[in-house]
């Protein structure tokens, strides 16, 4: 539930922020391979965001992003992340990469729900549209949850 206000927030308060700070903020859906020492689960729910520019030239823009996922059903995985990343803008194509620190929360659907670190690699592509507007054509993460057995 938190994560959904927080969520919610931050779309209601992205165009201020892009004004002001270049900030922006984004909802995606995400499926996700969930594997423990139970086996391999499939998960399937939103990531949503806010990522703001720190530093750059024209070329290479430094920014932050904090992100949360609420992903699953029966079984559960709620995270949320955030650190630097870095995004090359190729005329309206933005290669980014970046790493993201977090904690999650994992309840396999029978009542065991457990609460550790993560950390994200997460790479993909986005094309601006325009003005603030653009479109995250790809992305692909690794995520490491420190609670299961990793």
Do not use: H
């Not at 399937?44 to 609420?70: E, M, N, W």
């Amino acid at each position: 539930m938190k994560l959904a206000l927080f969520a919610a927030g931050a779309l209601l308060c992205a165009p201020v922020w892009r004004a002001q700070a270049q900030a922006s903020a984004y909802v995606d859906m995400t499926a996700t391979r969930f594997t423990d020492s139970a086996g391999t689960n499939y998960l399937y729910g939103p990531t949503f965001g806010v990522s703001g520019r720190v530093a750059g030239s024209k070329r290479i823009v430094l920014s932050f992003d904090a992100r949360g996922q609420v992903l699953g059903t029966s079984q559960k995985y709620d995270s949320i992340a955030v650190g630097p990343l870095v995004r090359v803008r190729i005329k309206r194509l933005n290669p980014y990469g970046e790493l993201l620190v977090g904690f999650a929360r994992y309840n396999d659907g029978a009542g065991n729900a457990t609460t550790d670190a993560e950390i994200n690699f997460n790479a993909g592509i986005e094309r601006a549209i325009k003005g603030p507007l653009s479109w995250r054509i790809f992305e692909y993460g690794y995520k490491q949850y420190y609670a299961l057995g990793g």
